[in-house]
């Protein structure tokens, strides 16, 4: 299984990103996908995470009416919308695939067998 993670980027204050995460090796729409990220020195956090049919989502309180997780399982590809962005958010982003078939989301890294290599977001203010 291969996650390859795209979209990052500089963008200021207030701007928007989308990332991608493009899903290949297994049957992507079966399984629970997830965004992390994890800024210097800190400890990796979850931001969305969507169940396997994409009808059960989760954010966390930062991410919460700003940022929206969804996915395509014709093009075995999850995103993550990310508007108003703030320069808390600068941080290095990660897919990441449950390895739990037809599941609900999860929320702990640990519940995540397969992750992409990760996207850089940096905000400027």
């Known amino acids: 299984v291969q996650l390859q993670a795209s979209g990052g980027g500089l963008v200021q204050a207030g701007g928007s990103l989308r990332l991608s995460c493009a899903a290949s090796?297994?049957?992507?729409?079966?399984?629970?996908m997830g965004w992390f990220r994890q800024a210097q020195g800190k400890e990796r956090e979850i931001v969305a995470a969507?169940?396997?049919?994409?009808?059960?989502?989760y954010y966390a309180d930062s991410a919460k009416g700003r940022f929206i997780i969804s996915r395509d399982n014709a093009k075995n590809t999850v995103y993550l919308q990310m508007n108003s962005l703030k320069p808390e958010d600068t941080a290095v982003y990660y897919c990441?695939?449950?390895?739990?078939?037809?599941?609900?989301?999860?929320?702990?890294?640990?519940?995540?067998?397969?992750w992409g290599q990760g996207t850089l977001v940096t905000v400027s203010s």
């Open positions: 969507t169940s396997w049919s994409g009808s059960s989502t």
């Open positions: 090796g297994r049957t992507f729409s079966r399984y629970p």
């Open positions: 990441a695939a449950s390895g739990s078939p037809y599941g609900p989301y999860e929320l702990a890294p640990d519940k995540y067998d397969y």
